[in-house]
């Protein structure tokens, strides 16, 4: 072979590499997400079963654990409307990995946030399908003396923090940065 190496890569690969280390971040978050959401959901609901008043405190004043099961979305939006919110969650899901299969270029923090979104959204949308339309909920915030924060999960709180880095990503990409242009007179 005069020297030369073949490889065994599909041309695609080799073509864009930074295609490899997508999936190498992606997967392992959104697997890991999803895992440690589910894990979290069962361990916690099955300790606090059996605990009085099924909730333990943890910061005094501002964070409990403490059972709680939703019908809904986010604050308790569209409650009772579980197959609306299956197939809404369901298209979501296709979005949000059809996003990351066929864009391209997208940076880093903008990966981690398609992998947090896919991760937040499979958690909620197993417990919708197997979880009789409940969706388990445990974290208890008190933002005001006698004020809390709807209960949350692991996985609302990766939703949030993709929002929040999408957030970010934009306010500080190189596009955002540019002046728009002038109008012409």
């Given at each position: ?63 409990r654990l403490q ?20 197939a809404v969650s ?9 996003i990351f299969i ?84």
């Open positions: 072979m005069n020297g030369e190496q073949k490889t065994n890569f599909p041309s695609s690969v080799i073509s864009h590499p930074s295609s490899v280390i997508r999936h190498l971040i992606f997967w392992p978050i959104c697997i890991g997400g999803l895992a440690f959401d589910l894990w979290t959901k069962s361990e916690i609901f099955a300790w606090l079963e059996n605990v009085q008043g099924q909730g333990v405190t943890i910061i005094n004043g501002f964070l059972l709680a099961v939703n019908t809904g979305a986010a604050f308790g939006i569209a409650e009772g409307h579980r197959v609306m919110l299956v369901a298209i979501a899901l296709v979005v949000i990995l059809a066929f864009a391209r270029g997208e940076r880093k923090i903008v990966v981690v946030s398609l992998a947090l979104f896919a991760a937040g959204v499979s958690g909620n949308l197993y417990d919708r399908v197997f979880n009789g339309g409940l969706v388990r909920d445990f974290i208890d915030v008190v933002y005001w003396p006698g004020k809390h924060w709807p209960a949350f999960n692991v996985a609302d709180s990766m939703l949030c923090t993709a929002v929040g880095l999408l957030i970010i990503s934009s306010l500080f990409s190189p596009e955002s940065c540019q002046k728009p242009a002038q109008p012409q007179k």
